[in-house]
């Protein structure tokens, strides 16, 4: 089992920056990240982070959103520069532990972003 508790997120003008922030539970976790979801749209890939160090990021966020993690800690935060209103949306921790040969994903409560002037 994993429990994924997420901090962060917030109102924030066009262009600004907002830091998130999750802690997991659990050990043997391979990738960590955030993923986000706005209103009437699937939940769509931020940046994720495995074990090795590959990090995996949307085209959307490049250059703009760095994600970084500590594997002895168990956290994963993102931090968010030159937001733009389309970043508006509620971002979930994601987790992905593997069991043997499968695996789950965890994911946190969600936290809501709101870049608006």
């Known amino acids: 089992q994993v429990n994924l508790v997420e901090s962060g997120g917030g109102l924030v003008q066009p262009g600004g920056s907002l830091r998130l922030s999750c802690a997991a539970s659990?050990?043997?976790?391979?990738?960590m990240g955030w993923y986000r979801q706005t209103p009437g749209q699937g939940r769509e890939l931020v940046a994720v982070e495995s074990t090795d160090g590959s990090t995996n990021y949307a085209d959307s966020v490049k250059g703009r959103f760095v994600i970084s993690r500590d594997n002895v800690r168990n956290t994963v935060d993102l931090q968010m520069n030159s937001l733009k209103p389309e970043d508006t949306a509620v971002y979930y921790c994601?987790?992905?532990?593997?069991?043997?040969?499968?695996?789950?994903?965890?994911w946190g409560q969600g936290t809501q972003v709101t870049v608006s002037p």
């Open positions: 994601y987790a992905r532990k593997y069991y043997g040969v499968g695996y789950i994903d965890y």
């Open positions: 659990g050990i043997s976790i391979k990738d």
